[in-house]
């Protein structure tokens, strides 16, 4: 069993230990394994242990990963979701190239966006973004802004809004990690009661995982516990 493979039994243990310990289903999380940075040869390995969901940030950097990634294992089913911040004049190749989108937090993104997204795909899956702890350093539409946010999104033809994202301020403390992820649950509670079709909250990484998944996540976002330390060195941040 290679390097990665163990580290995604590892992940996957904790993942498992988490919904149990939160009285919920088994099934009830997905691990994203976040691959940016490292080269395709490492999600192939991630591959052959049986992790079929990858995030990318950077979109050229993801780009070539997944033709490479399609080119050594074709016909398999291998989903994409992009989980970095979107510039206006890059969502053609989003739109084009991943399943799923996390970080939209602008009318102006989504709606190009959809009208990018090409009539043989289907709908693209969309998370909104919401900047929980209020950092000015943090992107995401604020709690008030999601409402209206959330109604124009769920509108647009070639998008399917799933739920939302976060990525709270971090913190060493359990309960408070546990407040800000219960602070998004209840956005999205709210969500779903004003009608809004929702089943996703993608918050928690490998430092706060389980206390996401006791608030409710249903999709964690691991990276270097499964690929190790990042180089930031050879990478695309469009």
């Not at 919904?19 to 394994?33: D, M, N, Y």
């Not at 050229?60 to 490479?68: F, H, N, R």
């Not at 966006?113 to 900047?131: A, G, K, T, Y």
């Amino acid at each position: 069993m290679s390097t990665i493979a163990h580290k995604l039994q590892a992940v996957d243990e904790t993942i498992q230990a988490a919904i149990k310990a939160s009285g919920r289903a088994p099934g009830t999380v997905q691990l994203l394994a976040v691959s940016k940075t490292f080269p395709a040869g490492a999600v192939l390995e991630a591959v052959a242990a049986g992790q079929r969901a990858f995030g990318e940030n950077y979109l050229q950097e993801g780009i070539d990963k997944i033709a490479a990634v399609g080119a050594a294992l074709p016909g398999e089913a291998i989903e994409w979701h992009f989980i970095g911040p979107i510039q206006s004049n890059k969502t053609r190749p989003i739109a084009a190239s991943f399943a799923w989108v996390h970080t939209v937090e602008r009318l102006k993104i989504a709606q190009r966006l959809s009208e990018q997204r090409p009539d043989d795909l289907p709908p693209l899956n969309i998370c909104l973004q919401v900047n929980i702890s209020g950092e000015a350093s943090k992107s995401g539409a604020t709690p008030e802004e999601l409402p209206e946010l959330a109604r124009q999104v769920a509108a647009l033809s070639r998008l399917k809004l799933r739920g939302l994202m976060a990525i709270p301020e971090p913190e060493t403390d359990v309960s408070k990690q546990r407040a800000a992820f219960a602070r998004v649950r209840m956005l999205f509670d709210q969500l779903r009661a004003d009608g809004f079709d929702l089943d996703t909250l993608s918050m928690g990484m490998s430092a706060d995982l389980e206390a996401a998944i006791a608030e409710g996540a249903t999709i964690v976002r691991v990276g270097s516990a499964i690929f190790g330390a990042r180089n930031y060195d050879n990478k695309d941040k469009a």
